[in-house]
């Protein structure tokens, strides 16, 4: 564990969250927590029993291993849902620990069909249809061949799902696409129907769908960025408050990254200051050294661009952003020590560091810039 620096989660802002997702949502339909990217860069091991104290019982992962690493942090059973890439070596395992999973081909719903009459368990599967996404899933021909195969092992396939993604419901160029790909979900469920398969859950919605398209809620929906409070873009967060009185955001934050300052130097008018040619200092200058770069998370297109919180002051980044510290220039910030903290995310007094401002520097999504903060580094929650 890397303890340069610390992240810390609020147990508070979960809550929060979450009862404003509740209060927007239809009663019918549950949320699946997506935890996916190390939770979003949060950390499965701290934010998922966070959500599970405010009564989540079905996660949404990527992959096997995050599937494992949930149920191991978890105090009671849950739905633990594989929403991408199970290896062959892991499928068995899966199906023992009763993860359910994504069938997008034909190849690993046969797969499944034989391991399940090998194991004699049945595998829980949601069938994953392609809408006009063109990213994954079974066309119609495709799913018609999977129903066959579903009505020949009927005794081995548990299904929990059909299921889809929506192509960009953040932005509203994609209007028409998303209807039509409503349309031709609708149109994939009447094939189950017809066949007398009735799925658990239909889904096709993430954040920004669950709360633009309201009609695609369904019985379940995929909340991944809302839940660590983040809007999935700024159209979606407009189309909330347009018609809203107090037009604040309701969301909180989760997430506050901090350091400390390593060591302090002066550097001469005239001196360059880091890596290669690209600040020099236009007057004496006090700096100061903070353990934190790119292996962590910290982009190195921040270098002269990224700002940081020290003792109340927003101060600069001066020259490159190196592998594991950045330098910084604080020389009008009044007796900075080594050990004072540094904010890197977050708030400290009055001001603030959003993720936003590494987004509009850096030119990465939210999604990019907290998916990017290194597993070592220290987590704790308050």
Known sequence: MNDSSTITLSAQAVEVNLAFLRKHLHASTKISAVIKANAYGHGIEQVAPLFEAQGINHFSVFDYHEAVRTSLCLKSPATIMIMGWVSEENLENAMLQGFEFFVFSLDRLNQAAQLAKKLDVKACIHLEVETGMNRSGLNKEELEEALDCIDRYRDRFEVKGLCSHMAGPESVSNYLRI????????QLYGLLKNRHIKPAYRHIANSAGAFVYPEAQL?????GIMLYGFWSSTEVFIHYVRAKMNKQDPLQRLL?????VMSVKEVAEGEFVGYGLSYLAQRPLIT??????????????LGNKGRVLINGYRCGVIGTVNMNMIIVDVTNVSEVMVGDEVVIIGKQGELEIK??????????????VLAHLSESINRIVE
């Open 355 to 368: 993720v936003s401002a590494f987004s509009n520097i850096s030119n990465e999504l939210n999604y990019e």
């Open 288 to 301: 100061a050294l903070v353990p934190v770069g790119y292996s962590m998370g910290y982009n190195r297109s």
């Open 179 to 186: 209807q039509e790909q409503l349309e031709k979900y609708k």
């Open 219 to 223: 019985d379940l929906v995929r909340i």
């Open 256 to 260: 506050r990254w901090s350091s400390k």
